[in-house]
């Protein structure tokens, strides 16, 4: 991991997930954790050979890759603990994401990784979008939801730090179908972000950009794409299609490749969140036909 000066007081550390570091006096905020003790261990490493203190933290949602590392974090140093209301439960309780990717019953051994499940944490402060004091600064929390259900996003001293909000080109080309939950809120943000005064960004995963804004617009072009992608197949069978068969045919028309059953729960939630604003729209329909969920155009409102 690079560790990357902003400005006077924003740093981050650049790698597969981002960490952001904030420094205000005697107090320093992290913002996410990492994957894992070990990624959180260099972390500490390079803070405390820097002399850069650790005293805050702020979970930005609740996704293994972003908060894995806290529970050694905490551990080890007194750190107050912020997250968002819901992703808060959720960090208490890990188990809840393997839970709803398995629609609901108790997941496999398989469904419980480290990719999908962290070690709890404690949340100290439940957020929303409001302004927070850090030191003698204050930090702007956003309500970014899409990518998770309450996902929010941190500006302080002019940088934001978006989280998954937004996405490098090249990660939305490597992962082809981006993990979202819900595709009209994921749009939402992006349309958001780029309101947001600031001299640029950070996301969850790539580089820090200040004319970041170009990026926002490819992921919202890109979702559209899939979601036009997903609505021509659904056209394509006049009848319907059953909806593993549609996730079957958006994995392989997306030239997704061999999947586990963990990787195949990830891939089915994203095609079920663009399915689920195309039923929003009216554009779609969903029924029940020999016992199986089915999509279907809805026709009564697409002309």
């Known amino acids: 991991m690079n560790f990357i000066q902003l400005n006077n007081s924003c740093y981050y550390f650049q790698g597969a997930v981002n960490i952001g570091y904030v420094r205000n006096g005697e107090n320093g905020l992290l913002i996410d954790a990492g994957i894992d003790k070990q990624t959180m261990k260099k972390v500490l490493k390079k803070l405390q050979g820097d002399n850069l203190p650790v005293t805050h933290l702020f979970v930005t949602h609740a996704h293994a890759d972003h908060y894995g590392g806290a529970e050694h974090l905490q551990s080890i140093v007194d750190v107050y603990t912020y997250a968002p209301k819901l992703e808060a439960a959720m960090l208490r309780h890990p188990i809840i994401e393997p839970l709803y990717l398995f629609q609901g019953n108790k997941p496999l051994p398989e469904m419980r990784n480290k990719f999908l499940e962290g070690k709890p944490i404690r949340v100290d402060e439940e957020i929303e979008q409001a302004t927070y004091p850090f030191g003698d600064t204050f930090f702007q929390c956003y309500s970014l939801p899409g990518h998770s259900i309450n996902q929010h996003g941190l500006l302080i001293d ?109 891939f089915r939630t994203a095609v079920t969140a663009y399915v689920t604003m195309l039923v929003q729209e009216n554009t779609a329909e969903l029924l029940i036909n020999n016992h199986r969920l089915m999509i279907r155009e809805n026709k009564k409102s697409s002309h």
């Open 158 to 266: 002019k940088v934001l730090y978006a989280a998954d909000a937004y996405f490098a080109e090249e990660q939305l080309h490597k992962h082809k179908i981006p993990f979202i939950i819900d595709a009209k809120d994921t749009l939402e943000s992006l349309s958001k972000l780029k309101k947001i005064d600031c001299v640029g960004a950070v996301p969850g995963h790539g580089l820090f950009e200040e004319d970041f804004v170009k990026t926002v617009d490819a992921n919202i072009s890109y979702h559209l794409k899939l979601m036009n992608s997903i609505k021509s197949v659904i056209q394509e069978h006049e009848a319907g299609i059953y909806h593993d068969e549609l996730v079957a045919e958006i994995c392989t028309k997306w030239d997704i490749g061999d999947l586990n059953v963990p990787s195949w729960m990830l």
